[in-house]
């Protein structure tokens, strides 16, 4: 018996041995497999991860292209300011708050909006700057207190910087931090969390040639995330710079006459020949520097809440009725159509009677009109009463129709983003079920009613018949190039419209033009030794007052510019309008301002 159990107990032991052994080697094997695993597999995942842990990647923001003027005056360019950055790595909830009291003060922001962007660096898992543009001092108090700013650098950047402040603002647009919904949209085509984006005009439009290629910087962090040592730098690669049609000194001048005026406008001026834009103002203007810093700084919320609206381009999205500048159109329909007899006279005796109820329609010059006229008197005294009658002639289907010729209900083509295309009245109305009365269309013949247009239509408008029908599409880019390389073409001449009507017909509206500025409503816009061709209008408005245009071109002899201006509220159009286009004219062609005061100012239509 006991060599029995002796026997047993010795097998029992033998079992648990082998047993303890399988499992042993069973273990190891799964040991080796899952480090084999995770060497030869997942290696480059975790060494990324480590590197993640000690590295922090700054991207460097490519500097955007200047914009220029044609003659190289800078518009738009970049300088060297402080940025705060944060970054979250290794950071507790603790260091979150101390780094808000600490820095807020420092920085004038308030806490929660501190805290909303330290929490966009913390979900897009990069350094980003949290505060721009600061001060010398402010910056030099992050440095004294940055043992108690965890996360928190500084760094300096290259921003976007407007020169001349308020000058070409509705042409330049501005800038601003990309919005998650943006990126959304852009990020496809590399753009990032943290990147400036153009928000309006050229800077919107073109951002693509100006934005540039980031660059950025590879950096060593400790566990605290504060910098230790730069690993590696990637340079950024500069935008491409911008060149436009504008001539700087025009462009200010336009905006300077549109301020003297006292009321809101904008003026557009034209090279007949090509479409170049010379100078396309709108007032009241704006900083654009001040939509830079992130924030809503208190300049900012100013001109957001300005009830004259500077952010509002008027020379492309204010829409307004023409008012006597459209019977230029008129004028082609009833000369096209032969239903104008030059030598024709008609009566006016201050207004007209129309239908059978005898409703009275009154013609601008009051009490007694201007007596009989023909078609020449009839234009350059903007006479009522004669395109009254002449409109009932043409018809408002016709009217609509030359309307649609000379490019009216539709925009230009201008590369800037916004633009709108007016209204042409007669067959919108039938849209909307409202019957088309006879008073409507003696309105159309002048220019009032619901017909509205665009300043840089009525633009169009008069360079085409400068050119005698040819139209070149208007724009303000030309030329685009990285500094120090050759420039490239960006836009060319393009003819987008001819309209084709007898010589008489171009050579009498001309005549009639001219006329108007020798010796009718636009005589404000004369000048010594050049000829000027032009129209004058008073459009019906608010009670505030009516809106004054003029249109002109210049020389009459061999068109070269041609010239809108719009004053809303200004009152007459010969009045206000005319001297600020006398004064522009003058400047795009050279004329010394001595004969270019702002005078013969008239009561007029």
Known sequence: MPFIYGWAEKSARGRRAKWLMIFSFSALGICILRLAYLQLFRGRTFQQASENNHTQVLVEHAPRGRILDRHGVVLADDQPVFVALFSAVGLKASDFQRVVSYLSPILSVSEPELEQRLQIAVRAKSMLRISDRLTRDKAFQILQIRNYLPGVSLGIEEQRYYPNEKLASHILGYVGQITEDELDRFSSSGYKTGDWIGKSGLERLY??????????????????????????????????????????????????????????????????????????????????NQFLPLGDSQKRQQILNDVNRPLYNRAIQGQYPPGSVFKIVTSIAGLDRNLVVLSEKVDCNGSYMLGRDRRLFKCWKQPHGHGWVDFMVALSQSCDVYYYQLGLRIGPESLEDYAKLVELGKTSGLDLPSEKKGLLPYRWKKTIAQHWQGGDTLNYAIGQGALQVTVIQMANLISLVANRGFLWQPYLAAKSRWIGQPEQNLTDPKLTTHLQLHDETWTAIQKGLAEVVHSGTGIAAQLPGIAVAGKTGTAQATKTGDHAWFVAYAPVEDPRIACAVLVENGGHGGSIAAPIARVLIAKALGVTSQNANRENRVESD
């Open 207 to 288: 951002d693509p040639i100006l934005h540039g290629q980031d660059g950025g910087y590879l950096i060593e962090v400790d566990a605290r995330g504060r910098q230790i040592r730069l690993l590696r730098h990637v340079p950024p690669q500069a935008g491409r710079d911008l060149i436009l049609t504008v001539d700087a000194e025009l462009e200010g001048l336009a905006e300077s006459e549109l301020q003297k005026s006292k009321h809101p406008g904008a003026a557009v001026v034209l090279n007949v020949k090509t479409g170049e834009v010379l100078a396309l103002a709108s007032s009241p203007g704006y900083d654009p």
